[in-house]
């Protein structure tokens, strides 16, 4: 009898397997819609900047049974900003310039200047000027505080139970515009997400015969928050804040609507 029940549960499990394994990859969208919901610039992209903007917190991942050597946050939080800064208006906000990769992109230059040299000597046509910015940001992922909120119910009758259990985490990105000409720290943007974790449970205890054969049954699942979306959610959300403390302060100013 046990193996009647165990063949149709394995076959189930492995379809289920196989189920998630053939799943096609998705492009990630704009995570925070405001983003792209923010009035078009009045003069024209502007050209920015991007430096030193990661990881500042330190933190291991979370985990209450041993030390973690993983981080707790994507190293990758730059690529996250200048998609972020790319996106902002539907594309109509910034012009990027590279930074990040900069000793790669002036090797790339010299070795087109060397080719062109080699294959047309004197009459070999100069590279233009690269852009430059009249404003860069910096910061980074400036705090992450694991259970910052938790805790849990459950209850029980004729021995049919249910439980919950949840935990908040907490994400801090710090963001500032500098000047480039005078130095100066014209904006300072700081945005915070929670970052929500849910497992829920169910059970259930009863005797079958006066013979104390018993039956139990339990059943769970869990949810927890892509840390990595979350990171992407405020970034984004502080870009849209940067956006609109700059048109306070006067650094630029929106399109008017046409009427």
């Not at 799943?23 to 050209?47: C, M, N, R």
């Not at 000027?129 to 009249?134: D, T």
Request: with cysteine; charged share 20%; net charge neutral.
């Amino acid at each position: 009898m046990m193996k009647r029940l165990l063949i149709p549960l394995l076959a189930f499990v492995l379809s289920g397997c196989t189920t998630l394994a053939s799943q096609s990859p998705t492009v990630s969208q704009v995570a925070y819609k405001p983003l792209v919901e923010v009035p078009e610039p009045d003069q024209g992209k502007i050209v920015l900047a991007v430096y030193q903007f990661g990881d500042l917190t330190g933190q291991q991942k979370p985990n209450t049974n041993f030390g973690e050597m993983s981080k707790a946050i994507t190293q990758g939080s730059v690529n996250l900003l200048i998609k972020a800064l790319k996106d902002a208006g539907d594309g109509k906000w910034f012009r990027v310039v590279e930074r990040d990769s900069l000793q790669s992109l002036l090797q790339e230059r010299k070795l087109i200047r060397t080719t062109r040299q080699m294959t047309q000597g004197e009459n070999a046509q100069p590279l233009g000027p690269m852009l430059y910015a009249g404003a860069y940001i910096t910061g980074g992922i400036v705090g992450y505080d694991s259970n910052t909120l938790s805790g849990g119910y459950g209850h029980r009758f004729l021995g049919i139970g249910y439980s919950a259990q949840y935990r908040h985490d907490t994400v801090t990105v710090m963001l500032r515009l500098i000047n480039v000409v005078s130095g100066e720290v014209e904006l300072a943007i700081m945005a915070e997400k929670t970052i929500l974790s849910v497992s829920a449970g169910k059970d259930k205890f009863k005797y079958l015969d006066l013979d104390t054969q018993l039956l139990e049954v339990e059943f769970g699942g869990a949810m927890n928050e892509p840390v990595t979306y979350a990171v992407r959610k405020v970034i984004e959300a502080s870009v849209v804040e940067l956006i609109n403390a700059g048109e306070v302060k006067g650094l630029w100013n929106y399109k008017p609507e046409p009427w």
